[in-house]
Structure formats: C-alpha cells, structure tokens
C-alpha cells in the first residue's frame, strides 16, 4: 500500500513539473508542440492499427470454365477506392491545421479577447482532431500494400489468375476482378531498320541458352516469351514461320485465359497449312496469330472495253455481291462497257521548313523552273528502275513548302517507290537551300488514306473514267425500274442529298462498298479505300431514250506487284482478273487495267443500288440476302 502511495505521488510530482515547463514555453513553441504531438499521435495510431491485409492468392492456369461461373466471379469483385483523393485530402488538413495555428499564434492577444474568434477556432481544431484521429494516413498505409500487391500481379498475370482477397478488421473478404496485364513488351516497327535482320544471338539477357529453342514444345517457347526470356518479335526468328503463329497463339491464349476468356479461344481462328506465313513476316503483318477467312465472291461476266472479266470481291455484307452482279449482267446486256485511265501517277507531298516565309517563295518558284526540275526528276529516278516523277507542285504555307510530287509507279501501288524518291529530292534541295529543313516525308498534302479535296481535283493513284448504255428493255427487264425513275433518284440522291451533305468526292451511292472488297480480295491497302472510292456517279436518259451511266474515280490506288498482291490468296483473284503480277507489254499495264475492273464493279454496284432504291425493293433484297431463316440459322 505504501508502495502504490509512493507511486502515485511520483506521477503527481512529475506531472506538476510537466506543467511548470509548459507555463514557462512561449504561446508558438507551445502550439507548435501540439501540432507535433498531433501528427505523431495520429500516425502511431493509424500505423499500428493493422490497416488492410492483402493476400495474392494464385490459381493455376485456368481450363474451360462455364460463362456462369465467371460471371459469378466477376460479380464478387468490389470497385477499389481511388486512394490517391485521401492522400491529397490528408495533405491538404495537414495545411490547413498548420495555418490556423500559426495564424492563431501570430495574433494571440487579439483572438483571445474575441470570444467568436476563439469559438470558431476551437470548432475547426477539434474537426481537424477528429478528422486525423479517424481517416489521417489510410492512403499512407494502404497504397504500399497496394503497390506490392500490384507489382506481384504484373509478374504472375501471364500464367494465371490473381485475385486479390481484403481482410478488414471486421472480417469482410472481397475479391478483386482479374489484373491488367502490364504493356507488351517493344516491338520493332517497319520503319526500324534492324526489325528485319538476323537474330545470330544464341542467348539472351539472363544468361538464358536458346541454341536448342527450335526442338522445344510449342509449351515451353511460350512460357519462355511469358517468363521475358524470350521477346515475342523474336520468335519468327529463331523458329519458323508457322511454328512461331502456333507458339504465339498459344501464348495468347494463356494471356486471355488470365482474363477470364475461353482456354481456347483462338481455335476457331485459322491458321494451319492455308497461309504461308514466311511470305507474311516481315511484309504484311507483325505479332501474327492467324488470319481471318473472308467469303469472296466472284462478279461476272462483264464486259469491259470489248472483254469479259469477272472481279473477286471479298465481303462479309450480304447481297453486295448478289447486286453488283444483277449490275454486272444489266451492263453486259446492253453491249459492255468502256473504260479510259486519265491519269497515272502516285504522289508523296513532304513538308519542309525554311529560315523565312520568303525563302519559302523562293523555293517554289526554283523548283517551277523547268531546268531545275529536270535536277529533281534526275535525283529522283536514281533511287529506282520503273519511278519516273512526272510533277513537283510545291504550295506554300509561311516558311512551310509542301512539295507534292507526283511519280508514275509502274505495276506497284508505288508508295515506298515515291517515299524513296522524295528522300533523294530532299537532299538535292538541301544542297541548293542549305538552310532547309525537312519536317516530315508526308506532309498530308498527298493525300495518303485522308478524304482531300486535292485528291477529288487533282487525282491520284489512277484516274479512271467508266461509261455504259443500258437499254430501257434492260433497264425494266434486269433492274426492274424505269429509266426516268433510276435518273432521277440518282440525282436527288447521288447530286443534290450529297452536295447538301457537303461531301468531298463522294457523289455516289456506295462506291466504298465494292472498293473495299475488290481492294481485301487482290491484296490491296484496304485504308486507301478512303480515298479509292472518290466517285461522282451521272445517269442521262439518252434522246433514244435509253441509259447511260458513267462513274468518275480520279483516285483508285491500286497495284498488281508488292504489298499483298504477294499472298497466295489474294495473288488468286488477281491471276483470276488476269492481272496478277507486273504486265508483259509495259509497265503498269495490270495496275492500269485492275483499276478500270474496279471502276467498272463500281458501277454495276451503283446501277443495281439506284435501280433497288428507285424500285423501292432494296429492303426486300436485304432481307433475302443479308438475313438467315430461323431453321437455317439452327442447323
């Protein structure tokens, strides 16, 4: 008993001289005390309170799994709290708390002679007391648990599932939905110049051998590129062309699993035997899994400047093809038709930068002397065999000149012909214009896969004018219309509705569509179908009062070498348009002649559309073509 008197007079003691010492403090070291107090408080607290426990929990590589189940899983997930709001609102208190004391301070006469003052300081002391007693350092506390537990992801995300599991202190257990995958690893783009080189390496970083990698099974490569081992770019490499689809697909596969997808759910992407991926890699397509099947049908006989051609169209738009063809037929009835290229030439405008607006007038009027494009053409034509630069119209823009040359390609669509030769006309002119500086080889005044105007007047690629003259018999027999009826739909539609549209090139009814797929059947740049399917489409009632239509295309870009036309698929359908690879009489000859078939396509699609909609019947075609009967659909 003496002893617990002794003891508590020890407290007191100690506690009178504790207070002694903060009679003698001044009123800011005071103040500033508490503040300290505080925060260490609040942190000690908070630290120690155990905040979130986070658990990784690793399944192994998932198998087939019901649509129910995931969907189940899925639902359990809970939506992570954005804890970077906390941090910055915790940031912000601690200011907020710290001003007010050391405005408190500064004026400590005052406020405490002003009861109202002194009342609100009081107030908002104490919320800032209950706000870091209650919520100060979760965010401190819980994003490192976070970061760790999202780092141990990123590494585990490519062979499995993980879920992350929440044990609060109330024992609530929440699962999280699938980590993100972290970003691919680089990849070379076309434009480097070692994508393509050898890889004689025998290892890799790690001190990984994979002299042997070619006899491993297809398991063991991917894990090695999923493990980092090995890059994914690499594997066509190091492995044959359609070992390397087969491991790449298998990768994927693991990586979609980890998300939830199908184990297999790229089997029904094809891949095998039906595509030499050796002529693939390096030219078509990069990180390459398979290939997509696309219907092609086959449109014809039309005649064609006294020849019957049938064009390939690959398309997945139901009674496209159905329709093309009743055009097809209705153009052939009534004699054929007749197509002219106006015009040939690829153009590749680069923009360059001189010192002043007028050096960049300078500029141009040197390179529309004719002495001196005769340098630019020489320079040009050094970098190839068949390029041969027919034009150079420069347009200034400031110190801007966008020098738009145009260059006739031969059988190849000619954009890396032109893109190489505009290299060397650059470095002509930096030689006579030191001062000049290239901003970039396309300068978008091309125009390259970009609806322009300067594409709609000056042409591109071929310019193709195509005419026809369908007998009324023919016009009310096939298309099932009359020829006042067709003329005039064309023309509120195709003339008037476009121009109230305010369309650049696009006075037709739907040349797009049979551009697209003529251009994914014969191997062409699909995106060039942009500017490809320029058309103004005319239709007259002739004084015999028959139909004439014609379509004109100032901008088909197309070639019958290079590029896609190389695939067996698509080198196909140009051997079946008789076009396939370069011309036997002259340069250009099958690019030239590919053009005029897809002109005249595109108007056999015009002439059936305009006829459909003048009859009222494109609906009903629709229905027929582009939907499948309920028992069909079943078997």
């Not at 359609?242 to 990768?251: C, E, K, M, Q």
């Not at 329709?323 to 405008?349: M, N, Y």
């Not at 080198?571 to 030239?592: R, W």
Request: charged share 15%; proline share 4%.
């Amino acid at each position: 008993m003496d002893e617990q008197e002794t003891q508590h007079q020890t407290v007191g003691m100690m506690l009178d001289q504790f207070l002694n010492r903060i009679d003698t403090m001044s009123s800011t070291q005071l103040y500033a005390a508490i503040v300290a107090v505080t925060v260490l408080i609040s942190f000690s607290l908070l630290g120690s309170s155990g905040g979130v426990v986070q658990e990784d929990v690793v399944f192994p590589p998932p198998t087939t799994t019901s649509k129910t189940t995931a969907k189940k899983e899925q639902r359990r997930g809970l939506r992570e709290p954005k804890w970077f709001v906390l941090r910055w609102l915790n940031y912000a208190a601690i200011v907020g708390f710290i001003y007010s004391v050391y405005t408190f301070a500064l004026h400590l006469e005052d406020y405490l002679q002003d009861s109202g003052a002194m009342l609100g300081f009081l107030t908002g002391w104490s919320l800032f007391l209950c706000y870091f007693f209650g919520f100060f350092g979760i965010s401190f506390v819980d994003t490192d648990d976070l970061l760790l537990a999202e780092q141990q992801q990123s590494s585990e995300v490519a062979t499995s599932t993980t879920t992350t599991t929440t044990t609060t202190s109330r024992g609530v257990i929440a699962a999280t939905k699938p980590a993100l995958h972290p970003p691919a690893a680089s990849t070379p783009v076309c434009s480097d110049r070692n994508s393509s080189a050898v890889v004689n390496k025998t290892s890799t970083k790690k001190g990984m051998d994979l002299t042997g990698i070619a006899d491993l099974p297809i398991e063991q490569v991917g894990q090695l590129v999923l493990d980092g081992k090995l890059k994914d770019h690499e594997l066509e490499k190091r492995l044959d062309a359609h070992r390397a689809v087969s491991v790449r697909r298998w990768i994927v596969n693991q990586k979609l699993a980890s998300l939830g997808r199908p184990a297999d759910v790229l089997d029904k992407l094809p891949y095998q035997t039906d595509l030499d991926y050796s002529k693939v890699h390096g030219a078509n397509c990069e990180i390459v899994v398979g290939y997509v099947p696309l219907p092609v049908g086959i449109v014809g006989p039309l005649t064609l400047n006294d020849e019957s051609v049938y064009v390939p169209m690959a398309t997945t738009e139901g009674c496209l093809v159905a329709s093309t063809q009743r055009g097809a037929k209705a153009i052939t009835q009534g004699g054929g038709a007749t197509a002219v290229v106006l015009k040939d030439g690829i153009t590749r405008a680069p923009c360059v930068r001189m010192a002043s607006a007028a050096d960049a007038a300078k500029l141009k009027l040197w390179c529309e002397v004719p002495q001196n494009f005769q340098q630019l053409k020489a320079a040009f034509e050094s970098t190839t065999s068949f390029g041969k630069l027919l034009s150079c119209n420069p347009t200034v823009a400031g110190r801007n000149v966008y020098l738009r040359l145009c260059c006739f390609s031969g059988d190849a669509m000619g954009m890396n012909m032109v893109s190489k030769g505009s290299l060397a006309v650059i470095d002509l002119l930096k030689r006579t214009f030191p001062q000049l500086q290239l901003v970039a080889l396309s300068g978008n005044m091309c125009t390259d896969k970009k609806a322009a105007a300067t594409n709609w007047l000056e042409g591109r690629g071929k310019s193709v004018v195509v005419e026809a003259t369908i007998p009324q018999a023919v016009v009310r027999s096939t298309l099932k219309t009359t020829v006042h009826a067709i003329c005039e739909t064309n023309l509120h539609k195709n003339l008037v509705g476009s121009a109230m549209a305010g369309v650049i090139g696009g006075f037709n009814a739907h040349a797009s569509n049979i551009v697209s797929a003529v251009f994914l059947a014969t191997g062409q740049d699909p995106a060039q179908n942009v500017e490809s399917s320029n058309c103004i489409t005319l239709l007259e009632e002739t004084p015999e009062g028959d139909l004439w239509i014609s379509c004109t295309m100032p901008s088909i870009e197309v070639g019958t070498v290079g590029g896609g036309t190389t695939l067996a698929a698509q080198a196909a359908c140009l051997a079946a348009m008789g076009v396939a690879g370069g011309g036997t009489n002259a340069p250009g000859e099958h690019a030239k002649k590919l053009a005029t078939m897809v002109a005249a396509a595109t108007m056999a699609g015009e002439l059936s559309l305009l006829a459909a909609l003048a009859a009222n019947t494109l609906v009903a075609a629709h229905m027929k073509h582009n939907r499948k009967s309920s028992s069909s659909s079943k078997k």
